[in-house]
T-cell receptor, first 113, second 114 residues
Framework: DAKTTQPPSMDCAEGRAANLPCNHSTISGNEYVYWYRQIHSQGPQYIIHGLKNNETNEMASLIITEDRKSSTLILPHATLRDTAVYYCIVRFPGSSNTGKLIFGQGTTLQVKP | EADIYQTPRYLVIGTGKKITLECSQTMGHDKMYWYQQDPGMELHLIHYSYGVNSTEKGDLSSESTVSRIRTEHFPLTLESARPSHTSQYLC?????????????FGSGTQLSVL
């Protein structure tokens, strides 16, 4: 699976959009981009995933560049409860890779009042 | 909302004791996993199972063992706990589909071995 690079930490004002970048310049054509987050001392939580097109769900939006070398997770109106470590993961969804997510260090997002 | 449960939430135990960390899910998922995470560090896969009577070791070597006798239950056992086993242990399960596979995690067990 391709390696990802994320900034170690970011701050965001409450109510503002939080834009979390992820670089995956070695991504291959069949690899998906997944985002999870981990609130302190809890298990990670799935947020969103995508291949090429931008995706949106009730939690967030995922913007993937046309060359697929980078992506941005957008939390449109960050709240204090969004303070967490956010993991960007690139993975080929084959049967041999099932569950073997490489979480990395992630980005610690601090939402401030 | 995911239904995967881990007990105990916290465990403090002396060296040499045998412990079992419980993990149960009510979603009927075939695939289950155990991850280990030290404070501020990455998650590492230590065990996984693709179904009943199927268990495999993960990418990080661990002295723990697992069993999968029932679909919903995936306990982790340490025969003789040591201080080096102090860590957070996270259990997860996932759906069968490929690209749309999502992992659902429990709240974790924080283990401290004195």
């Amino acid at each position: 699976d391709a390696k990802t690079t994320q900034p170690p930490s970011m701050d965001c004002a409450e109510g503002r959009a939080a834009n979390l970048p992820c670089n995956h310049s070695t991504i291959s054509g069949n690899e998906y981009v997944y985002w999870y987050r981990q609130i302190h001392s809890q298990g990670p939580q799935y947020i969103i995933h995508g291949l090429k097109n931008n995706e949106t769900n009730e939690m967030a939006s995922l913007i993937i560049t046309e060359d697929r070398k980078s992506s941005t997770l957008i939390l449109p109106h960050a709240t204090l409860r969004d303070t967490a470590v956010y993991y960007c993961i690139v993975r080929f969804p084959g049967s041999s890779n099932t569950g073997k997510l490489i979480f990395g260090q992630g980005t610690t997002l601090q939402v401030k009042p | 909302e995911a239904d995967i449960y881990q007990t105990p939430r916290y465990l403090v135990i002396g060296t040499g004791k045998k412990i079992t960390l419980e993990c149960s899910q009510t979603m009927g998922h075939d695939k289950m996993y155990w991850y280990q995470q030290d404070p501020g560090m990455e998650l590492h896969l230590i065990h996984y199972s693709y179904g009943v009577n199927s268990t495999e070791k993960g990418d990080l070597s661990s002295e723990s063992t697992v069993s999968r006798i029932r679909t919903e239950h995936f306990p982790l056992t340490l025969e003789s706990a040591r201080p080096s086993h102090t860590s957070q242990y996270l259990c997860a399960s996932s759906t069968r589909t490929g690209a749309n596979e999502k992992l659902f995690f429990g709240s974790g067990t924080q283990l401290s071995v004195l």
